[in-house]
């Protein structure tokens, strides 16, 4: 049973920094090394949207929104997705959430997402 759960959210400043962090469980090691992962996020009264994402291969992707401010990574053997959020802007608040899945037909599938970590900025 994969469960991911986040971590790093709070409040800050506009222009201010924040990591968050998403541990997984459940996953065996070459199952969560071989998975793809990406970051979301949900303001109030929004669709929830991607920011970033990174394949097995460690290859990142973003949002334009997000691009030169936040940075996706991994670290497999600690089971571990991050999110290095830099500049945050006050549009930046919202709730973050992170997920995870095979890579299906090209595509991630995100198959497992976490709780969420509510990042605010003002």
């Known amino acids: 049973h994969v469960q991911l759960v986040e971590s790093g959210g709070g409040s800050v400043q506009a222009g201010g920094s924040l990591r968050l962090s998403c541990a997984a469980s459940g996953y065996t090691s070459s199952a969560y090394s071989s998975s793809c992962m990406g970051w979301f996020r949900q303001a109030p009264g929004k669709e929830r949207e991607s920011d970033a994402g990174i394949d097995s291969d460690g290859n990142p992707n973003y949002a334009e929104s997000v691009k030169g401010r936040f940075t996706i990574s991994r670290d497999n053997g600690k089971n571990t997705l991050y999110l290095q959020m830099n500049a945050l802007k006050p549009e930046d608040t919202a709730m973050y959430y992170c997920?995870?899945?095979?890579?299906?037909?090209?595509?991630?599938?995100?198959?497992?997402w976490g709780q969420g970590t509510q990042v605010t900025v003002s």
């Open positions: 997920a995870a899945g095979p890579t299906y037909r090209g595509n991630c599938r995100m198959d497992y």
